[in-house]
């Protein structure tokens, strides 16, 4: 027997791959119910208490020790088995969009990552294994993974996985990155006047917002193809006989490079203040979340990802070259410790992810088999990276002479 089938495979004396396979056959049912579940009903941001729920409830199931509440958030979970020396840390999310629920398909998120610790369980003993599943909330607006690193909840794992469902082709693990995002709201503050009795006395505050759109709207052209700044006007004025004495607007800017990103960063607040000082307004700059880094993934975890996707069935394709695949709270994560997060395809779907059709199909059959699919993957994935001596020991290495995760800095523009 050999465990997977790519050009890296090896002898399987233990039955390491049955074992696993097995596992996750007969948690299939459970697997699927938990991707339903979460599927119809979602729920935003730090808020996903029944989903929170429905997951630690598989798991305690499973023979975890679970743990909710953990991390200083209300809805992140932990759940842990076994004792060995290397601690894979799987992921799981399960947050959703307003307005459009599931359209990222978090819910098969959950249930890949809850059906991954299911599996690698199986072989904890066999393989000197700890299972750690991390429940992590708000990915789409919140950060989550970054409030749990600073609070510890990576400070003991080797490495860390998850799997994303995406449309169309599967995208191959290797090669396949993330952009680094950070999302400010910028508050001009004016002083209101009559529009037509006193406007002498005002200060324009909508003038700034529409001087910065236009202002932004400029810039693009000056920046590299790779970045992505968008925004929308939060609040303009209320009357056209009022002055408006308060503005807002509120900006994403992306990267596939920290460096590009940082210049983004600084131009885009150039733009800001200078329509503050054409207006006459005063600015203020909020960060609701802090920033997404780029995503590192791991080399060889990745291969092992791949080659498990190809013994599933799936055909790979490379990594659009140049182009990062949005962005995530994972990226932090890769850039602490060893990890990857794949896409796996919803195969037979041509939805459009953040729009209601991708979270009709990720609760569609083709949802269920990604769920599936994608829980023995990562834990196939993670298998062979514990049982591949050389990576093991690399793995290990970097783990003991990792610190306790800090927070960086990243130039903390305000």
Not at 61 to 67: E, I, M, R, S
Not at 70 to 95: I, N, P
Not at 206 to 224: E, F, M
């Amino acid at each position: 027997m050999t465990l997977l089938t790519g050009t890296r495979a090896q002898v399987d004396p233990q039955g390491v791959e049955s074992a696993i396979r097995d596992a996750i056959d007969g948690a299939s049912e459970r697997i699927v119910r938990l991707n339903q579940e979460i599927g119809r009903d979602p729920e935003l941001a730090f808020q996903e208490h029944r989903a929170a729920a429905r997951v630690a409830a598989t798991l305690r199931d499973a023979g975890f020790a679970v743990t909710t509440g953990v991390y200083g958030l209300d809805t992140a979970v932990e759940a842990t088995y076994g004792s060995g020396e290397l601690t894979v840390a799987v992921v799981g999310e399960y947050d959703a969009l307003p307005g459009v629920g599931h359209a990222c398909g978090h819910n098969v998120i959950a249930a890949a990552g809850a059906g991954a610790a299911i599996g690698l369980a199986a072989v904890a003993d066999r393989l000197g294994l700890r299972v750690k599943f991390l429940g992590t909330p708000a990915e789409e607006l919140g950060g989550g993974k970054i409030l749990m690193l600073e609070a510890g909840a990576w400070d003991d794992a080797t490495f860390s996985l998850m799997v994303h469902g995406g449309p169309f082709a599967q995208i191959a693990s290797s090669g396949f990155v993330t952009q680094a995002y950070e999302r400010i709201i910028a508050t001009f503050h004016g002083r209101a006047a009559h529009a037509a009795a006193m406007p002498h006395e005002g200060v324009n505050a909508g003038d700034a917002v529409t001087l910065a759109q236009v202002g932004l709207g400029l810039l693009r052209q000056q920046l590299r193809r790779t970045v992505v700044v968008g925004s929308f006007v939060v609040e303009a004025g209320g009357a056209t006989n009022v002055i408006p004495e308060r503005g807002v607007l509120e900006v994403e800017i992306r990267g596939n490079t920290a460096e590009e990103w940082r210049d983004a960063r600084r131009r885009v607040r150039d733009v800001l203040a200078g329509a503050a000082l054409a207006s006459g307004c005063r600015l203020e700059i909020e960060r609701p979340e802090k920033p997404y880094a780029p995503l590192d993934p791991d080399a060889d975890i990745s291969a092992f990802f791949d080659e498990a996707m190809q013994a599933l069935g799936y055909t790979l394709v490379p990594a659009p070259a140049g182009m990062g695949g949005g962005s995530t709270d994972m990226g932090n994560v890769s850039q602490y410790l060893p990890s990857i997060h794949p896409m796996i395809a919803l195969r037979g779907v041509e939805a459009v992810p953040h729009h209601q059709s991708f979270a009709d199909a990720a609760i569609s059959p083709a949802g269920d088999a990604a769920a599936v699919d994608g829980a023995l993957a990562l834990a196939l994935a993670a298998a062979r990276a514990a049982s591949d001596a050389e990576v093991r020991t690399r793995l290990l290495e970097a783990q003991r002479i990792r610190p306790p995760y800090a927070p960086s800095p990243e130039d903390d523009l305000g």
